[in-house]
């Protein structure tokens, strides 16, 4: 088994673990070792998939601004979640590769490998709704027609994503490309580099 077919395996679980309640407040039960990588791809996928229900809530033109207001916020530590884990991610690609001698003539990479993962992760999410789309019984034949359509797309593109991510893990165990890791440096939530908030000390 490939790196990313084991990838789409456990994204594919968590998002069926999800829906088997489909709340926001479902508590996460990883049934991975927590030292493994299987742990943070799952872990990875559920974040992204009670985001993805809570973009789904926060638009509804009916809510209340409180209550949007308090989604807001956890769409936030869930982006930074989302973050963390994506470094997390990273950093076990580091350390797996770590003995890997880059060749003379090495290039970089336009993103890491977690990267490239993460949109995998959502690929996935857009997969198994999209396919819901096309299972409805309340919707228009050519509402469904359509999605179909875009189904065919998404799972196109996961299969090209998983096999660009594989050929990228590939040439960097070969020394053909290396990694290179920047840490995201969200300024927006760091109290010393936000104006809005070292403006009110």
Known sequence: MSFTENCNRIFGQAIRDYHLTDNVDTPIHNPYDRDSIDYSLYMKCWI????????????????????????????????????????????????????????????????????AIDRLSILALKI?????????????????????????????QQKDLSLAIDQLLEDIAAGRKYMKVYRQMKMYNDPATNPVLYGQK
């Open 128 to 156: 198994y709704h999209m396919k819901e789309q096309t299972e409805r019984t309340d919707a228009s034949a050519e509402h469904i027609a359509k999605c179909k359509a875009k189904l065919d797309v998404l799972l196109e």
């Open 48 to 115: 992204d998939t009670v985001q993805w229900h809570l973009e789904d809530i926060i638009r509804n033109p009916h809510i209340d601004a409180n209550e949007a207001l308090q989604l807001k916020r956890r769409i936030d530590r869930s982006n930074q979640d989302r973050t963390d884990l994506v470094e997390q991610i990273d950093s076990f690609f580091r350390s797996h590769y770590g003995d890997v001698k880059p060749l003379p003539d090495a290039r970089l990479n336009t993103e890491s490998p977690a990267w």
